[in-house]
């Protein structure tokens, strides 16, 4: 079956321009997260969807990122104002739940978005 | 507050040699570990999991036992193949929404 897919795959933006990322789960998937891969860092927990239930947005760098997660499935990272410390790739991970109340399910990873502030 | 560390890498071992990749981490409760891989050109991909002190993940001949004593989870395997050139990932999740990932180990195996 298919897994997790990410768009665009490689974006460049202008500084101060909003840029919107896009990831689609695994079906059935109930759980979504995203993170951020710096340059020689590692990744960076940024938000976690399970469901419909609002997610926990304090992972969250700045207010300038917001997450968005449409009908339990697909979810849009949106950075508004881009920077150029927001030059990373952004990944997206998925699974099916999140496991009688203790993380210890299996993520499946997207290909990720290459996202270059110029 | 919660973390992983990792040893740096790169890592750079001949065929069949034996490796070893240190990862130990700081919880304040009783977290699940992970070891996750990236080959080059591929996502993250789930390589080996352990969920309670003591567990052993096992996968492709890899393994890593969960150590709470010393808090660590060592990755390990006996034979390196070429193939088995990649990123390697320690990671930790405790709760709902607490997910570490270390920085990464990049091994290199040399025919």
């Known amino acids: 079956g298919a897994g997790v897919s990410q768009s665009p795959s490689n974006k460049v933006t202008e500084k101060g321009k909003d840029v919107e990322l896009r990831c689609d789960p695994i079906?059935?998937?109930?759980?979504l997260y995203w993170y951020r891969q710096s340059l020689g860092q590692g990744l960076e927990f940024l938000i976690y969807?399970?469901?419909?239930?609002?997610?926990?947005k304090s992972g969250l760098p700045s207010d300038r990122f917001s997450a968005e997660r449409t009908g339990g499935s697909v979810s849009t990272l949106t950075i508004q104002r881009t920077q150029q410390e927001d030059s990373a790739v952004y990944l997206c991970?998925?699974?099916?739940?999140?496991?009688?109340?203790?993380?210890?399910?299996?993520?499946?990873f997207g290909p990720g978005t290459r996202l270059l502030v110029l | 507050g919660d973390s992983v560390t990792q040893m740096e890498g790169p890592v750079t071992l001949s065929e069949e040699a034996f490796l070893t990749i240190n990862c130990t981490y700081t919880?304040?409760?009783?977290?699940?570990l992970f070891w996750y891989v990236q080959y080059p050109g591929e996502g993250l991909q789930l390589l080996l999991k352990?969920?309670?002190?003591?567990d052993k993940g096992s996968n492709k001949g890899f393994e890593a036992t969960y150590r709470k004593e010393t808090t660590s989870f060592h990755l390990e395997k006996g034979s390196v193949q070429v193939s088995d050139s990649a990123v390697y990932f320690c990671?930790?999740?405790?709760?709902?929404?607490?997910?570490?990932f270390g920085s990464g180990t990049k091994l290199n195996v040399k025919p």
């Open positions: 079906s059935g998937h109930t759980a």
């Open positions: 919880a304040t409760g009783y977290p699940s």
């Open positions: 352990a969920t309670k002190a003591d």
């Open positions: 990671a930790l999740a405790e709760g709902f929404n607490k997910f570490y």
């Open positions: 991970a998925s699974s099916l739940q999140a496991g009688q109340g203790r993380l210890g399910e299996t993520q499946y």
């Open positions: 969807f399970q469901g419909n239930s609002a997610p926990d």
